[in-house]
Structure formats: structure tokens, C-alpha cells
């Protein structure tokens, strides 16, 4: 009688088992890729927001006039795309400072959302 050599390699439930937590490893793997990339056009998007946002700051201050009080809306092109733009002035304590709040969105998101606000001040220009 021949004695049997020992039989090497995996058994099928130990190649089931390795499967399993391949599988789970790589779905945490993919959701955690799919979130960083969320997160990354989010912050992608409130950069540009905010450079929209500082670039209406810095007209309204080389425009040299003191700017009237009020809501103005209007659009900007920043990197191929639109903005929206909506600029509030309004009066401070001081009355030779107005304020200056710039909210920056996507077209077609909520009014009352936006990507980022902006506040800043403005002197009154000298002999105005």
C-alpha cells in the first residue's frame, strides 16, 4: 500500500474567505476614492467662488466712485464658467464707510445658498 503525500495549497473555503475580504477591502477602497473626489470639485469649486468674489472686490475699488447702497446681481466668467454674482452695499455706523457683502454661486443653485461671501469695506473717496 502506497501512503498518500500530504495535499498542499488553499481548500476551497479559505479561497471563499480570501475573496470576501478582497471584495470588502476594495469597496472601502472605491468609496473612500469616490469621496476624496467629491470633496476635491467641492473645493475646487469654492476656490474659484472665492477668487470670483475677491476679483468684484477689487473693481469695486478701483472703480474710485463710492458706491451707491443696494443689491445688485449680475454674472462673472471665471476658468470657462459662469458665476453669479450678487453684490449687497449697505451703510455702517461710520457714514464715510460703506460694507460691502459679495456672495458667489453656481448658476442655478438656491438663492439663499452660496458658495462663499465675501464682506469688506470701503472709505468714502476723498472730495466726494
Do not use: Y
Given at each position: 500500500?502506497?501512503?498518500?503525500?500530504?495535499?498542499?495549497?488553499?481548500?476551497?473555503?479559505?479561497?471563499?474567505?480570501?475573496?470576501?475580504?478582497?471584495?470588502?477591502?476594495?469597496?472601502?477602497?472605491?468609496?473612500?476614492?469616490?469621496?476624496?473626489?467629491?470633496?476635491?470639485?467641492?473645493?475646487?469649486?469654492?476656490?474659484?467662488?472665492?477668487?470670483?468674489?475677491?476679483?468684484?472686490?477689487?473693481?469695486?475699488?478701483?472703480?474710485?466712485?463710492?458706491?451707491?447702497?443696494?443689491?445688485?446681481?449680475?454674472?462673472?466668467?471665471?476658468?470657462?464658467?459662469?458665476?453669479?454674482?450678487?453684490t449687497t452695499i449697505s451703510?455702517?455706523?461710520?457714514?464715510?464707510?460703506?460694507?460691502?457683502?459679495?456672495?458667489?454661486?453656481?448658476?442655478g443653485d438656491p438663492k439663499?445658498?452660496?458658495?462663499?461671501?465675501?464682506?469688506?469695506?470701503?472709505?468714502?473717496?476723498?472730495?466726494?
Amino acid at each position: 500500500m502506497t501512503a498518500r503525500a500530504p495535499q498542499s495549497g488553499f481548500s476551497l473555503i479559505e479561497v471563499i474567505i480570501a475573496l470576501a475580504v478582497l471584495a470588502i477591502s476594495l469597496s472601502a477602497l472605491i468609496n473612500s476614492t469616490s469621496t476624496a473626489t467629491a470633496n476635491t470639485i467641492g473645493l475646487r469649486d469654492k476656490t474659484l467662488a472665492h477668487w470670483v468674489a475677491m476679483n468684484k472686490m477689487a473693481q469695486i475699488r478701483l472703480d474710485g466712485k463710492w458706491p451707491g447702497m443696494g443689491v445688485k446681481k449680475g454674472k462673472s466668467k471665471l476658468a470657462d464658467r459662469e458665476w453669479e454674482v450678487e453684490t449687497t452695499i449697505s451703510g455702517t455706523p461710520e457714514p464715510s464707510i460703506r460694507r460691502i457683502d459679495i456672495r458667489v454661486r453656481k448658476p442655478g443653485d438656491p438663492k439663499e445658498t452660496s458658495l462663499t461671501l465675501l464682506t469688506g469695506f470701503i472709505g468714502k473717496p476723498a472730495g466726494s
